[in-house]
Nanobody
Framework: QVQLVESGGGLVQPGGSLRLSCVAS????????MAWYRQAPGKQREMVAH??TYANTVQGRFTIARDNAKSTVHLQMTSLKPEDTAVYYC?????????WGQGTQVTVSS
């Protein structure tokens, strides 16, 4: 059974930082491209970070990093803004399969 389990979300003040983690099980992790997406209320899901590519809105503030030994991908988020508020999803994709995590809520508010 494939599972992607995100953690690390929460409430943070503008300008703050959070580190999201996604632990994968049931897949050959090193063979999958890992990415982070987010979906804000009333908006479409959008790609945030993939390999070394970032959405323009997070470039320079977010960093994606993977640890193949731990089947984990992280998203370090700094200088957070209210518009970063969303549910953040982990995505694993190979040539033939694609999986999603359940999401973790990030709320940026004072």
């Amino acid at each position: 059974q494939v599972q992607l389990v995100e953690s690390g979300g929460g409430l943070v003040q503008p300008g703050g930082s959070l580190r999201l983690s996604c632990v994968a099980s049931g897949i050959a992790f090193s063979k999958y491209n890992m990415a982070w997406y987010r979906q804000a209320p009333g908006k479409q899901r959008e790609m945030v970070a993939h390999i070394s590519t970032y959405a323009n809105t997070v470039q320079g503030r977010f960093t994606i990093a993977r640890d193949n030994a731990k089947s984990t991908v992280h998203l370090q988020m700094t200088s957070l803004k209210p518009e970063d508020t969303a549910v953040y999803y982990c995505n694993a994709k190979s040539n033939t399969q694609e999986y999603w995590g359940q999401g973790t809520q990030v709320t940026v508010s004072s």
